[in-house]
C-alpha cells in the first residue's frame, strides 16, 4: 500500500475512529461543524488553499445534508463586477452592487425579514430555463454561462424589478473559465478541481448508526473531462448561497452523497 494512504489510515485509527463528533458549542444548523471537526482530527487546517488537504489526499466529509462539495468556486466574471453593465447595479462598492443583483435576480427570504438571495430557486440549472429566466450552459471551450432571459422570467413583477436595460435575451450574469484564462489571470474551472482532486485521490470517513466514525474510504484522482460530464447531466451541480448583506459569492459546486459513494474504490475499518 502507498505510504501516504498508510498514514492516513493510521491517522484515522489513532484520532476518529469510535469517536463521535465533538460539535459542542458550534452552530447546531451548520452542516460543515463535523467537517471542521473531523479536519482536525487529522492535523488540517481550515484554510484558503485549494490545494489537496493531506499527503496528496482531498479530505470530504459526508454531510448530513446529503450532498457533498467540491469546492467553493466563484465565478471568474460577474455581471456586476466586470463589463458594460455595471453601473445598472445600484452602489458604489462591489459588495453594494453585489446586494443589488441579489435584487433583481433573486428572490427575499421572509424568513430573514426579506433579505434577498441567489439561492434556491433562482439559482440556474443546466437544461432547462427556470421561473427566474435562468439557465447554466456548458459553452464548446467548456466555460460554464450563467444566462438570463426576459422572456423566460416568470415573475409577474418583473417589469418593476428588472430595469429596463437589463430585458435581454441571453445576459451573462456570470461565467466559470473552464479551462483556459483568457485574460491570465484567475485559475479555470479544471484548475480548481485538479488541485484538490487529482493528486492522489480523496478520502472520507463514514459514521455508523451511533454517529460514531467506524470506517475510511479512498477514491480515485478526479480529473476535469470526467467532472464536466458529471455537470452536463446534473449530477454536479451549482448550489449558490449568495445573499445580500454578504460580500462572499458562497459559489458551491456539490452533489450528491450516493454519486460520492459511487467513486469510492477502498474501505478500511
Not at 467540491?70 to 447595479?89: H, M, Q, R, T
Not at 459514521?207 to 470506517?215: L, V
Not at 454578504?246 to 459559489?251: G, Q
Amino acid at each position: 500500500m502507498e505510504a501516504n494512504k498508510i498514514k492516513i489510515i493510521d491517522l484515522f485509527h489513532k484520532n476518529v475512529k469510535g469517536r463521535t463528533p465533538d460539535v459542542s458549542g458550534k452552530n447546531i444548523r451548520h452542516d460543515g461543524r463535523r467537517g471542521h471537526w473531523l479536519e482536525a482530527q487529522f492535523g488540517v487546517s481550515a484554510n484558503a488553499d485549494n490545494g489537496a488537504d493531506l499527503y496528496g489526499y482531498e479530505l470530504k466529509n459526508e454531510t448530513t445534508s446529503g450532498k457533498t462539495t467540491f469546492g467553493d468556486w466563484s465565478a471568474n466574471e460577474y455581471i456586476f463586477k466586470v463589463g458594460p453593465c455595471i453601473s445598472l447595479f445600484s452602489g458604489n462598492s462591489k459588495p453594494e452592487k453585489q446586494d443589488s443583483f441579489c435584487r433583481i435576480f433573486g428572490k427575499p427570504n421572509k424568513e430573514k425579514g426579506g433579505r434577498f438571495s441567489w439561492s434556491g430557486s433562482p439559482v440556474p440549472k443546466i437544461g432547462h430555463f427556470n421561473d427566474f429566466g435562468q439557465i447554466l450552459v456548458i459553452e464548446d471551450n467548456f466555460d460554464i454561462t450563467a444566462y438570463y432571459s426576459y422572456s423566460e422570467d416568470k415573475r409577474p413583477d418583473k417589469t418593476i424589478i428588472v430595469p429596463y436595460q437589463l430585458r435581454q435575451e441571453c445576459l451573462i450574469l456570470a461565467r466559470w473559465y473552464g479551462v483556459i484564462s483568457p485574460t491570465g489571470k484567475g485559475k479555470t474551472l479544471k484548475e480548481k478541481l485538479e488541485d484538490k482532486f487529482d493528486d492522489l485521490g480523496w478520502f472520507t470517513c463514514k459514521t455508523g448508526h451511533s454517529g460514531a466514525y467506524y470506517k475510511i474510504c479512498f477514491g480515485e484522482p478526479v480529473v476535469f473531462e470526467n467532472w464536466i460530464k458529471f455537470v452536463s447531466n446534473g449530477t454536479v451541480y451549482f448550489d449558490s448561497g449568495m445573499y445580500e448583506g454578504n460580500n462572499r459569492p458562497y459559489s458551491q459546486w456539490r452533489a450528491n452523497n450516493d454519486y460520492w459513494n459511487s467513486l469510492i474504490t477502498e474501505s478500511y475499518e
